[in-house]
């Protein structure tokens, strides 16, 4: 069967490098599901959870945005920031999310309101994708 050569990028490290069977990503106009011998494409990479499937198995990443490549049978993800499902440490997540809630009750202007409310979906984002891998159900439970 036929792969995708996949790469995730970051500005601070190269997070991954393999040949999978299907890309899903969060792109700027909805999910995008990406197969062997997909039409060349430049998209933006929305905030969300990137899905790899290869055989049977499934991988995870959180990503807050970037662009997204598709040639050649290469995908190649430059995101803003990106960190694997099974990296993401709950416990710190639990807390950005509780510090931005503070941020959020706090913010004295426009400006600090809208990046501590940016902080609070970033943090939400994450620990859902964490739970989602370790099986324990959606933020809350």
Sequence with gaps: MATLHISIVTAERSLLEDDVDMVIAPGSEGELGILPMHAPLLT???????RLKKGTGESSFAVTGGFLEVRDNKVTILAD???RADEIDVARAEAAIKQAQEAIKAAPAAKELEEATKSLQRAALRLKIARKKRGTGVPGQ
Excluded at 44 to 50: H, Q
């Design 81 to 83: 920031a990106a960190e």
């Design 44 to 50: 933006m990479v929305s905030p969300g959870e990137i």
